[in-house]
């Protein structure tokens, strides 16, 4: 069974523009997390989608949103970006709402 | 606010020792608690995990302690070897489905 797919694995943008990463949850699961991971602040937890509705969400601000599609797969958007928002951008997936989550390998984001 | 505190920040043992990684919590609506491991350049895998009406939960070398009154937490890590050495992250999730992460602990497992 294949894990958990994000993409791109690496992306450099430049201040102020925006950028969407993609996830393809496991094969059947229905809840996609999304988490920020960085050196100073650890893993935080930016939202969840379960059969494309947002179930959660973390204190992030406006600019960084997300969607799930009819498939289970779900992309994240984060416009007018800032330095800050460098990081590796992890993705989970879950059978269903609060199941054991399976992370993908993540996208490294570099804001220049 | 830190949901989450983990403890220590990093950790060197020996080959054949014990790992020890600790947690405390305050939120009272946890009610789920996974350790995950994670390899460079990989992301977090679940470990083990427990549920608050369990005092301890053991898989293989790995055991957690549970310790409800005190809402604390420990991941032990018997006889370590260097393929042990990680970052090892506890957290806590609500029935709601949210997850709050404690800042991780690198344990190196020297030879």
């Known amino acids: 069974k294949a894990g958990v797919t994000q993409t791109p694995r690496y992306l450099i943008k430049t201040r102020g523009q925006q950028v969407t990463l993609s996830c393809s949850p496991i094969?059947?699961?229905?809840?996609v997390s999304w988490y920020q991971q960085t050196p100073g602040q650890g893993l935080q937890f930016l939202f969840e989608y379960f059969s494309e509705t947002q179930r959660n969400k973390g204190n992030f601000p406006g600019r960084f949103s997300g969607r799930q599609f009819s498939n289970s797969r779900s992309e994240m958007n984060v416009s007018t970006l800032e330095l800050g928002d460098s990081a590796l951008y992890l993705c989970a997936s879950s059978l269903d709402h609060g199941s054991e989550a399976f992370f993908g390998q993540g996208t490294r984001l570099t804001v220049v | 606010q830190q949901q989450v505190k983990q403890s220590p920040q990093s950790l060197i043992v020996q080959k054949g020792g014990i790992s020890i990684i600790n947690c405390a919590y305050e939120?009272?609506?946890?009610?789920?608690f996974p350790w995950y491991q994670q390899f460079p350049g990989k992301g977090p895998a679940l470990l083990i995990a427990?549920?608050?009406?369990?005092s301890e939960k053991k898989e293989g070398r790995f055991t957690i302690s549970f310790n409800k009154s005190a809402k604390q937490f420990s991941l032990h890590i018997m006889d370590s070897q260097p393929g042990d050495s990680a970052t090892y992250f506890c957290a806590a999730r609500t029935n709601a489905g949210k997850s709050t992460f404690g800042d991780g602990t690198t344990l190196t497992v020297k030879p």
């Open positions: 427990i549920r608050p009406d369990v």
């Open positions: 939120n009272t609506a946890f009610d789920y």
């Open positions: 094969s059947g699961h229905r809840s």
